[in-house]
């Protein structure tokens, strides 16, 4: 059902679009539509990452409650994947707060090093979160343009 939805934004950002979706501690990336300009992002499909690190794993962290996310962050470790990965829990709340204010999240290089993404909410009819869709970009890219 996504498709359509992701095909048209991939089309008009020019740019990779992906869906994710929580599992767990983890998010997964469900689908992803790569860009079709010569330089890009590979995102690999089915990829497992933390929910710690990068936009749209924050969103699923964020909109938990207060009570899951303790649990969270009494199960994990905190492994900084890239030199702009968070490295403290302090972070991770304020990330939380402002991701739970706009219902959007941005990310710089947190889970690869030259990345960028925007991530926006998927929610279900009851109003539950089920997925994320960002828009991931070279950081290089970004910036030059």
């Known amino acids: 059902m996504a498709r359509p939805v992701l095909q048209n934004l991939r089309d008009t950002t020019l740019q990779s679009v992906q869906i994710t979706l929580r599992d767990g501690d983890d998010r997964v990336y469900a689908e992803v539509l790569e860009t079709q300009t010569p330089v890009r992002l590979y995102i690999q499909l089915g990829r497992r990452t933390p929910l710690y690190t990068g936009a749209s794993t924050r969103l699923h962290l964020a909109f938990q409650s207060q009570e899951e996310r303790n649990s969270y962050y009494q199960r994990i470790k905190l492994i900084q994947l890239t030199r702009y990965s968070p ?16 219902w959007f999240a941005i990310s710089f290089g947190e889970l690869e090093q030259f990345s960028a993404e925007l991530t926006a909410l998927v929610f279900n009819a009851d109003g539950e979160l089920v997925a994320s869709v960002s828009v991931a970009v070279l950081y290089k890219i970004l910036f030059e343009q």
Not at 87 to 102: H, K, M, S, V, Y
């Open 87 to 102: 490295t403290n829990i302090g972070q991770l709340e304020q990330f939380g707060e402002l991701a739970r204010d706009t």
